[in-house]
Nanobody
């Protein structure tokens, strides 16, 4: 059973960048498709990006496409989310999540979750 710990959140001005990390332990990392979700105050948790077990496939929400990049290092057991050109509407708690087998964009499919890291983008 894999445990996930996010880091890298913080306060940044609009137009700036942040890189989130999610370190996995307790499982064979390459068995897990990994995703990032986010939850803004008063809103439901939503899909941001997903990467396949090998890293060969990625998929993004339309709201972040072209600005965010998900990638992983299966040696370091870590998945990353590089966030560029940040906007105030990107403000949320960001969660990484993992599931075995194929990658999906559905929150309900993910069994393993981190505790979240806060990202705040000021205008």
């Amino acid at each position: 059973q894999v445990q996930l710990v996010e880091s890298g959140g913080g306060l940044v001005q609009a137009g700036g960048s942040l890189r989130l990390s999610c370190a996995a332990s307790g499982g064979t990392f390459s068995r897990y498709a990994m995703a990032w979700f986010r939850q803004a105050p008063g809103k439901e948790r939503e899909f941001v990006a997903v990467i396949s077990r090998s890293g060969g496939m990625t998929y993004y929400a339309d709201t972040v496409k072209g600005r965010f990049t998900i990638f992983r290092d299966n040696v370091k057991n870590t998945v990353y989310l590089q966030m560029n050109t940040l906007k105030p509407e990107d403000t949320a708690i960001y969660y990484c999540a993992g599931k075995t087998s194929v990658a999906t964009t559905l929150l309900k499919d993910y069994n393993y979750w981190g505790q979240g890291t806060q990202v705040t983008v000021s205008s």
